[in-house]
């Protein structure tokens, strides 16, 4: 129970009362959407029922937009148990009453009552600091709030269901949400930090949410009177069939929202983007509600509205983990009573273009150019989506730029980098498999290994450059998993890779020069002549073009970069690659004396000889795990093991040492 203050949603008890309550919100649409005349009928006041759904609808409109007002007055538990009591009460009174006022003040506490849910629920679960989380949990919320909406439509099916009844059982719905919710009143909807994210409601992914909630919102507000009177009208179906096609739409959803985890797995897995599955269910969503419109068979309507149904379900799943994870905790519900208020719009616009527009249309043409909003808003978001290789570095591609997302704070204590149970993959492909591996202050740690190995990758997932798809990462008590890269060099952590770490077209002096931009100009001189006292090679050519330099030449400017600016982490990727003995033994030195100044040095090697004559501790990577561990002096002390274990595999050499004494840390 210790993360429900921080609104951690990852809490199974929090996402089932979440999602009942979800459910309960749901249950009453059924009514106001299909049963305003047996409403009328009661209320002996036929012409107004339209009206009054319509004033609900408001209502939790302008309700939603004042949600972000109550963020720093009330937790989000305590808004959701409120807006859950005030939507019981106006249910109980819309099922009890037959009186046309307290029928009204039922609806408006309704609408109310359902704002904090419109506005906090997918919050809470949707910012999840892991990403297959969030995915799972929404995909779970969004079948809970189709089966809501789902169950009164399924019912009628087999027998004729009093409008009162549902709303009788909808109030009780709500009520078991609303006390299930209330052991969650101190929950609050900002998480732990641990992307960074953007203080703007106009960014790509909310833009992207708005347009969809509109297309979905004139399908499903807009349409429903035109699919009602196409069901009754030229399809001449019974109350029970219109009700089982309408059921088709909100079950299949609820159904395939379940296959959500998997279906984005999938695309995470192939390497595809988020962007390319929203767009895709979009897409599809909008074809098919068009195809079964114009249909020429009854069954064919009922499968392609199925599909549709789930289509934008999982659509508004994979949305709802993109945008909020993306954004700041101060404007996630701004965002979402954006959302609303565009759906709102959306059933609006398409209620009006039927009625006054395209009022000659057949039923089946005015539920058909409805779906042509959907594949709009798919094919924007598969379009103008910025490139990203999986669900993770998507949300990480926003435009805006703002300052960097505070990382997440762990236990004191511990070592300046420690990688815990890291596993990468490139697309389908695994090549880390729960490494973990821990450096020091003031520690030289050679990380050793065959081609292949794996060891350039752990230097990449260290430095943000690649995503992990578990484990963590754990810098200065930091938990820097999800921590852009140039947020991680601000923090003090550097990567030189084999030499590349110059810039080609500048003078050295001028690479030099850059490096020490953030210093002052005394400190920057003293530390440019530093740097040409240890490289005395360096001051020669000073005026020469660093792409002109030799391999070692170039590795010793970016050495240079080290003592200049010097870095609280230092990775060195293929040190001695390509470099002459002579060159080396020039260097080696250096990578001593920036570990004895008090930086850790992370240095993957080849050479066996180089890296352990300079490390105190050493690791030894196979096939993308950690197969040794120990002080690099024992290694030192053991040639025929490192020389077996290249040649055999360590695995082999290691069973092959029993007998002898064995190794520190041998795992």
Known sequence: MGNEAEGRPDNSRLLTAVSWQGAALASPLPVLLFQREEVADRLNLLGAITGESAL????????????????DKLPAGLTLVLGGLAAAIGLVLMAWTVEVA???????????????????????????????????????????????????????????????????????????GTLLVGRHCLVHDEDHEVEFTVARTDVPWARRSYGAAFAVGAVVIGGADAAQSLLLGEWQR?????????????????????????????????????????????????????LGSVSFTYIGMVVCWLVAGGAIALAAAGLDASVFAALAPAVRRTAAARQVL????????????????????????????????????????????????DATT??????????????????????????????????????????????????VVALLGTNGAGKTTLLRTISGLEPTIGGRIVYAGLDITKARPTWRVGMGLHQIVGGEAVVGPLTVADNLRLFAHGAGPSRREQAITEAYGLFPRLAERSNQRAATLSGGEKQMLSLAKAIIAPPRLLLVDEFSLGLAPTVIADLLPVVRRIADQGAAVLLVEQSVNIALSVADHAYVMEKGEIGYSGPAADLRARPDLLQAAYLEGLAQALSGSEGREPLAGVQ
Do not use: C
């Open 394 to 443: 998507a949300v990480a591609l926003a435009k805006a730029t703002t300052v960097p997302r505070r990382v997440f704070r762990v236990d004191e204590d511990q070592p300046l980098l420690a990688v815990e149970q890291v596993s990468v993959a490139y697309g389908s492909v695994q090549v880390l498999f729960d490494v973990e591996l821990e450096v020091e202050e003031g520690a």
């Open 102 to 176: 307290l029928f009204t003040l039922g609806g408006v506490l309704l609408g109310l009552g359902a704002a904090p849910g419109l506005g906090v629920h997918r919050i809470l679960l949707a910012t999840d600091s892991r990403t297959t989380d969030r995915f799972r949990t929404m995909s779970w919320y969004w079948a809970a709030v189709a089966a809501g909406a789902s169950w009164p439509l399924v019912a009628a099916m087999f027998t004729p269901l009093a409008y009162e009844t549902v709303l009788w059982i909808s109030a009780a719905l709500m009520l078991g």
């Open 342 to 389: 565009w759906a709102g719009l959306g059933g609006v616009v398409a209620s009006l273009v039927n009625a006054r527009v395209v009022g000659t249309w057949s039923d089946q043409w005015k539920v058909g150019w409805l779906g042509l909003g959907l594949v709009g808003a798919g094919w924007a978001i598969r379009r103008f989506a910025a490139p990203a290789r």
């Open 56 to 71: 609900i609808g408001a209502v939790a409109v302008m309700a939603a937009l004042a949600m972000p007002r109550l963020r």
């Open 238 to 290: 019974s109350a029970a069939q219109n009700a089982a096609v309408l059921a088709a739409g909100t079950g299949g959803a609820a159904l395939m929202s379940l296959f959500g985890p998997w279906y984005h797995r999938l695309h995470r897995l192939t390497g595809s983007r988020r962007s390319d599955a929203i767009g895709t269910q979009l897409v599809v969503a909008g074809i098919l509600v068009s």
